[in-house]
């Protein structure tokens, strides 16, 4: 059996593959540790894992601490993608493929071969990425910025009375959009600004390369933002386990 895992930076997610598919899929944030996280993902595992695939964008501490848990309870060593310049049907735009975050590539490859056409990823969790890869499989770019709970955090730290705020599901319209007290206007203010900015940046692209790509969202925060963006996303919650099934299937 194959487990596949996504390392993030606050909490790590997991799957078993039974050929393409994705099987007991799995979550758990790092609280009270990372270690702890890891250890409720082995214990709902098979004993016969024989592969572990894994992404990480939270450090080497994080690989380090994934390798001792998988050989304390299968005897193996994770094997942990990292982007190439040319590898599973994408070309890598950044001159030094080793400083794209590596859940960003996989989750590329799976929006590659789920669409013919163009296709762009948005992935908000902690922070929100944007990337953009053409129908010939080159990657055109992408964008980083701070993620909803970024933002409050900063806001929080640097003014006083807002308080603990709770994002809003569903996108304000007209006046609406207008908070009517601090803690709605910091609410509002947060996902209308990193919608707008996805939305500007899908069409600064879309005009650039006269071709509408297909959107898919991912991510913690996939659902809250999606409902206020204007362009139209396909939601994938698990997009980077996809992508890392899509690696194992070519390898």
């Known amino acids: 059996m ?7 930076n606050s909490r790590i997610k997991w799957a078993c593959l039974k050929g393409p598919s994705l099987e007991a899929v799995g979550d758990a944030v ?3 540790s990372l ?14 894992i024989a592969r572990v695939m894994a992404t990480n964008v ?17 005897k193996i060593s994770p094997e942990f993608v990292t982007p190439d310049k040319k590898a599973h049907g994408i070309s890598c735009a950044y001159s030094d493929p080793s400083k794209l975050g590596a859940d960003r590539w996989v989750a590329l490859i799976a929006a ?14 902690t922070t929100v990425t944007l990337d953009v890869v053409d129908a010939d499989g080159q990657h055109l770019g992408g964008l980083i910025m701070a993620g909803p709970d970024l933002v409050y955090s900063a806001l929080h ?13 569903d996108a304000s319209s007209g006046i609406q959009v207008l908070g009517r007290n601090t ?11 990193i919608a707008s900015a996805l939305d500007r940046a899908l069409l600064a692209v879309s005009a650039e390369i006269q071709e509408e790509p297909t959107v898919y969202i991912t991510g913690g925060n996939a659902l809250i933002l999606r ?12 997009l980077v386990l996809e992508g890392l099934a899509f690696i194992v299937a070519d390898n």
């Not at 939270?58 to 380090?64: I, L, P, Q, T």
């Not at 590659?112 to 969790?125: F, K, N, P, T, Y």
């Not at 009375?161 to 809003?168: C, E, H, T």
């Open 183 to 193: 803690k709605m206007a910091v609410a509002n203010g947060t996902m209308l600004s």
């Open 227 to 238: 409902n206020w963006l204007e362009t139209r996303t396909r939601y994938r919650a698990n």
């Open 157 to 169: 730290k640097e003014t006083s009375g807002i308080g603990k705020i709770d994002l809003v599901p």
């Open 35 to 48: 270690v702890d996280a890891l250890h409720v993902m082995c214990k709902t595992q098979s004993p016969e």
């Open 58 to 74: 939270a450090g080497r501490k994080f690989e380090s601490a994934l390798a001792s848990v998988c050989a304390d309870y299968w």
């Open 112 to 125: 590659h071969r789920l669409d013919e056409g163009v296709s762009a990823v948005i992935d908000a969790g």
């Open 30 to 32: 790092y609280s009270p």
């Open 2 to 8: 194959i487990l596949v895992v996504d390392i993030g």
